[in-house]
């Protein structure tokens, strides 16, 4: 009786886009569903750092090459905000790390795909942190407050990424035949992945209905996913290169593309962990960890002298 008079009490909170902080009363599924999907946020942007920074060093040209290192750090702090935001719930980042490496916690599906040229950090800039934003602006929006707030930071830096990799593609688009092919063959590999980014459909997605209700999300899965679609067809079409979906079409009527059907079954098995690169990535992210302990080490053992000598001086 009473945790319902809690929940009610909660819920016309939600209904007055009034923002649930860490110390307010909340259900303990929505604790849950919010750990789920922040910490799966940050577990993306930190494994998302491994598909870039295999061309950092190959990128073409110093110019490129600051522009890219600036990118794959800011996603190193889009973890760490994201981490937390996720500490504010309750549960430590170590075991968030844990879920991570003992395959027990999901990142997104796309940084299971391999780089395999320059071209591909122009998709992955243009199309999947084009995507992210789509996903990520309303998530300003979104009911808690530490995520909310983190988000606006978060969708400033993909902004600026969504632009250094819309201009890498289309300098190869303007450049040699050969260039021009690798860009195209860049948006042939990434354009359906980018697509599977947004979750399964709407008919299909087990968790939308109630994060729409507690305002986590605030358009479902197939809405934005159209939204992508409507805003990335022109841009793809502005500089010479064909996305690979032969059913794609402008609906007159919807005002809207209508496009080809999704590869599930290709989804569910990346997020199976049976993609084409979810082993290395998580390898390289464990051994990362591990080489890394010292310096965390070091980092406690400073914080820990500091904290002393001020305790000294205010005595
Ligand atoms: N990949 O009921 P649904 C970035 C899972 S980082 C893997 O629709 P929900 C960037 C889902 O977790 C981009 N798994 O779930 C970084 C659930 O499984 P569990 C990351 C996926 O949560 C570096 C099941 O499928 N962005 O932008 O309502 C460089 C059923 O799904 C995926 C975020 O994390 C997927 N694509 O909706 C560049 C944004 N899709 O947990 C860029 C925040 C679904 O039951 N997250 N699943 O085992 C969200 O907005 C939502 O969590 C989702 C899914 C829309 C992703």
């Known amino acids: 009786m009473e945790i319902k008079r809690l929940e009610d009490k909660f819920q016309k909170r939600i209904d007055r886009e009034e923002r649930i902080e860490p110390k307010d009363w909340m259900p303990e599924a929505y604790r849950k569903t919010l750990i789920r999907q922040i910490s799966q946020h940050a577990h993306s942007e930190v494994v998302g750092m491994l598909p870039e920074a295999n061309w950092i060093t190959r990128a073409p040209s110093l110019r490129r090459k600051a522009a890219l290192l600036a990118k794959v750090q800011d996603e190193a702090g889009h973890g760490l905000y994201l981490y937390s935001a996720c500490e504010t719930l309750g549960i430590k980042r170590e075991e968030l790390i844990d879920a991570l490496h003992t395959g027990k916690a999901k990142y997104s599906s796309i940084f299971n795909y391999p780089t395999l040229t320059w071209a591909d950090m122009g998709a992955i800039g243009w199309l999947v942190d084009g995507a992210a934003i789509q996903n990520q602006v309303p998530l300003c929006r979104t009911s808690y407050g530490p995520y909310a707030r983190a988000m606006i930071r978060v969708c400033k830096e993909e902004s600026f990424h969504q632009r250094q990799g819309y201009e890498i593609m289309m300098t190869l688009a303007r450049g040699t035949a050969d260039q021009k092919a690798m860009a195209q063959d860049a948006l042939n590999r990434w354009w359906w992945p980018s697509l599977m980014m947004f979750g399964p459909s709407d008919a299909e997605s087990p968790h939308s209905a109630q994060s729409m209700a507690w305002k986590i999300k605030r358009f479902s899965n197939d809405e934005l996913r159209q939204a992508f679609v409507d805003k990335t067809v022109p841009q793809a079409e502005f500089i010479g290169l064909t996305v690979p979906d032969p059913d794609l079409q402008w609906n007159e009527e919807k005002g809207q593309y209508d496009f080809g059907e999704i590869h599930w079954d290709e989804f ?27 310096v965390r080490e070091a980092a406690v053992a400073y914080a820990e002298k500091k904290a002393k000598k001020n305790t000294e001086k205010a005595a």
């Open 268 to 294: 569910y098995e990346v997020i199976k962990g049976n993609g084409p690169c979810n082993r290395e990535r998580i390898a390289a992210r464990v051994k990362a960890h591990e080489e890394g302990a010292w």
